[in-house]
């Protein structure tokens, strides 16, 4: 029977995300770990299983915690418009994440050689397509955008835009990013209907 541990655990994992996020997973070892956390092996074995268990872990907890809550507001039906205001977001938290996305540096890393991380991916991915579709298809819905949109398509189209502007941040090219943010916007604003009043 496994002991309780003595510790917050989702405290530990936190610091596990952050040590993965800013190191990668080859690169932390057990031991980077143990001395981190402030914790034995025993105990995080005993709380999390291999180091894979806990990586893979914190990278749910990343997606769970981080990136889906920040599609939330896109339910909220503000059509094309809400999606305008996301990737401004989006763009704005560029600048504080030194070590880059997570997820993207777990793509990098770890989608080749791990199913689990992969699917952890995807999941991801398909929320930020369904997401996104939806507010098109809103706004499409509510003429709102022109002839010939298609949601889908669109979506692809920004997830591509957004995980390039997520590398560029990392590699710190600002002025790069703000360039193509630029011509994003103005593409999607084209979509939009002109109001001839």
């Known amino acids: 029977m496994a002991r309780s541990c003595n510790f917050d655990r ?4 936190v610091m596990a995300m952050e040590l993965f996020w800013q190191q990668g997973y080859d690169a932390t070892s057990v031991a980077d770990l143990v001395s981190h956390l402030g914790i034995n092996r025993f105990s995080l074995y005993n709380t999390y299983g291999d180091k894979l ?27 094309i418009d809400g999606l305008l205001i996301y990737i401004d977001r989006f763009v704005a938290i560029q600048r504080e994440q030194k070590y880059g996305c997570f997820l993207q540096n777990a793509i990098l890393e770890k989608i080749v050689s791990d199913e689990v991380v992969k699917e952890q991916c995807d999941r991801l991915f398909d929320g930020m397509q369904a997401a996104f579709c ?16 298609e ?26 990013i703000r360039d193509a943010v630029e011509l994003l916007v103005d593409y999607l604003n084209g979509l939009k209907v002109v109001d001839s009043e």
């Not at 872990?57 to 599609?71: A, F, G, I, M, R």
């Not at 889908?152 to 990392?170: A, E, N, W, Y």
């Open 10 to 13: 989702e405290e530990k994992l």
């Open 134 to 149: 939806q507010s098109l298809a809103y706004s499409k819905a509510h003429d709102e955008l022109i002839e010939g949109v």
């Open 151 to 176: 949601p889908l398509k669109v979506s692809r189209f920004i997830i591509t835009q957004l995980q390039g502007i997520r590398v560029l941040g990392k590699a710190c090219q600002f002025e790069v």
């Open 53 to 79: 268990s806990l990586y893979r872990e914190s990278l749910k907890y990343y997606l769970d915690q981080y990136s889906q809550p920040k599609l939330a507001p896109l339910a909220e039906n503000e059509g």
